[in-house]
């Protein structure tokens, strides 16, 4: 089995990517399919009592992290699979990175992530609200600079989803 990450700012279309790649019969995991693969924990993997994510103390104590022992079960379950797809961010996750064959960022301008977390169809509330909007501004071109010099492959997710889930693929072995 060979494992792709699939990668990118919110609202960079991760969740959406996993949806398609499954849809097409792909094995892809995700935090909104596979809830828990992805939680927020402190340093020693404790996980908060409450969200608080405006909260300057509580942001910089609790960061989104990868549930390794859920990725490894959910690996296991799909040994017989070809490839996989993990779509998701976090903050310790380039060091899982080795673990794949590639990693793709879904790269996004401002205005569409802006437009994608405002958006009424989004399953979530993240990203919504000014505060994180703005923080999200302020992260996107240092996160999107930070991924492809660790080595992500960009692939730019301003496309329609078919184009972007064909340019994955054809990256891929398709």
């Known amino acids: 089995m060979k494992l792709y990450f699939v990668t990118g700012i919110s609202g960079s279309g991760k969740t959406t990517v996993a949806r398609a790649l499954r849809s097409m019969g792909h094995v892809a995991f995700d935090s909104k399919i596979n809830k828990g693969l992805f939680f927020f924990a402190d340093k020693d993997g404790n996980k908060p009592d409450d969200y608080l994510p405006h909260d300057e103390s509580w942001a910089n104590r609790y960061k989104w992290v990868l549930n390794k022992k859920m990725l490894d079960e959910l690996l296991e379950e799909n040994k017989k699979a070809d490839r996989v797809f993990l779509c998701g961010g976090a903050h310790d996750l380039e060091q899982y990175w ?10 996004v301008d401002a205005p569409t992530m802006l437009q994608r977390l405002s958006s009424n169809t989004r399953d979530n509330n993240f990203g919504k609200d000014n505060a994180t909007q703005k923080k999200l501004l ?3 071109n240092r996160f999107q600079q930070k991924q492809l010099a660790a080595g992500a492959v960009s692939v730019d997710a301003l496309r329609p989803i078919e184009d972007v889930v064909e ?7 398709k």
């Open 98 to 107: 080795p673990l794949g064959e590639n990693v793709f960022l879904l790269r």
């Open 138 to 140: 302020e992260r996107l």
């Open 167 to 173: 340019d994955i693929l054809s990256q891929t072995g």
